[in-house]
């Protein structure tokens, strides 16, 4: 498998290491995951928010794994996400989001929400991103 290029990969060790990305000269490179919630923070979900499905395919471009994590049904996030023509990489309960550190390996881990209900970030190590305040992601700059 080849590493995933863009501003989310970061080199982390020149050794071989099972279930990691790496380049022709053995370095190896970790992308970084976000899983976004649902309602409130993509603009498609019933009730809209403010991160764009153009983000989530630019961080997609940018290397990210990137899916959902939301309280909203698996199926329905799968629908949701096919109905626009988006393919992610997971669609993951909120309640059981520490699970995704078991399924990816990631320089490092993103929750975005519009809050941290139940503390799933912090209890599962996420750095939370607060959908209303955080603007200076790599994947929502517009590159223009």
Not at 58 to 67: D, K, P, S, W
Not at 106 to 113: D, G, Q
Not at 126 to 144: A, K, Q, Y
């Amino acid at each position: 498998m080849k590493p995933r290029v863009g501003a989310a990969n970061k080199v982390v060790a020149t050794y071989p290491s099972k279930g990691c990305n790496y380049d022709g000269g053995g370095l190896k490179y970790l992308p970084k995951l976000i899983a976004f919630d649902v309602d409130g923070v993509l603009d498609v979900a019933r009730e809209p928010g403010p991160i764009t499905l153009t983000m989530v395919k630019r961080a997609q471009e940018l290397g990210y794994i990137v899916g959902s994590c939301s309280d909203i049904p698996l199926g329905m996030q799968r629908a949701l996400w096919e109905q626009h023509g988006i393919t992610v990489d997971f669609v993951h309960p909120k309640h059981l989001l520490a699970g995704l550190r078991d399924q990816f390996e990631a320089e490092e881990y993103y929750l975005m929400s519009t809050r941290d209900t139940g503390s799933y970030a912090e209890k599962s190590d996420f750095i939370f991103l607060e959908v209303d305040t955080t603007t200076d992601e790599p994947w929502m700059l517009s590159g223009d």
